[in-house]
């Protein structure tokens, strides 16, 4: 069982659907009257907040072509974990299906997904308090603490599900100390859990073309009462064919 091959890409899909949410964050700065005198739309990379403050406190110019440490305020978000999650859990022998086409009644098939938890956390990285609350309530409204997104899960059968995404805590890092050649780091870091789906692999199921039972109110094995044969009708009918008549003969035995 283990050893054949599929990927349906769903981490990669929960991912670059968690990163889409927080793409088009703006900061926008304005003079004492309230006109708007700059607007910044937000960097948005993925990757660890130690990354980032380690490009704060690094000396510029070190390749010799750029004069900049790095671009202030930012925001980093970073997949930490998957967890099972028994809460959630459907049952294993329950098969989902989807048609091939519009027009035959082939279909592909597949076990209920397993349900499993994605870690996330994101940071908010800027240089004074004024930006990253400004960014931060940009955010939290949305979250009550849950949001939730559509995702297709899998192209093959077009598995489209609502994904929750649940905001669990919001922190805050202030590094103020030092001396004057230190540059200032806040951080607000927010924990989320994603609440996914991965599915197993997919495969074809054909049309059943013939059905046998035996049937009747006496379960003795050498007594059965009636016998339901089922068949096509034509027994060339192409399987492709929708819809397909069908043949029933009912014998006493």
């Known amino acids: 069982m283990l050893g054949t091959h599929f990927y349906h890409e769903i981490i990669r899909k929960t991912i670059v659907g968690f990163g889409t949410l927080f793409n088009n964050i703006e900061l926008r700065r304005t003079d004492s009257s309230g006109n708007v005198i700059q607007t910044q739309k937000i ?6 907040r130690e990354k980032f403050l380690a490009r704060i406190e690094a000396e510029p110019q070190l390749d010799g072509r750029s004069e900049t440490q790095i671009t202030l305020p930012r925001i980093a978000f970073e997949m930490q974990g998957i967890t099972y999650d028994p809460s959630r859990k459907l049952s294993p022998i329950q098969i989902c299906t989807s048609p091939k086409t519009d027009t035959t009644d ?3 098939k597949q076990y209920s997904p397993v349900p499993y938890n994605l870690d996330f956390e994101l940071n908010i990285i800027s240089k ?6 400004q960014i931060l309530e940009q955010i939290l409204p949305y979250f009550q603490p849950m949001f939730n997104i559509s995702i297709k899960l899998v192209e093959l059968t077009k ?5 929750p995404i649940i905001l669990n805590s919001v922190g805050m890092q202030d590094d103020y100390e030092g001396d004057f050649l230190s540059r200032r780091s806040l951080v607000h870091t927010l924990s989320f859990t994603v609440q ?7 495969s074809d199921q054909g049309i059943i073309r013939e ?4 049937t009747g109110t006496n379960f003795i094995i050498d007594d059965p009462v009636v016998n339901v044969n089922v068949v096509p009708n034509p027994t060339t009918v192409d399987p492709d064919d929708a819809p397909i008549n069908t043949t029933t003969t009912i014998t006493d035995l």
């Not at 598995?159 to 994904?163: A, G, P």
């Not at 059905?211 to 035996?214: E, F, L, P, Q, S």
């Open 43 to 48: 960097p948005l990379s993925y990757g660890p």
């Open 106 to 108: 082939a279909v592909y």
């Open 128 to 133: 004074n308090n004024n930006d990253s609350v």
């Open 159 to 163: 598995e489209t599900k609502d994904v």
């Open 196 to 202: 996914g789906y991965l599915y197993g692999p997919t």
């Open 211 to 214: 059905v046998d039972v035996n």
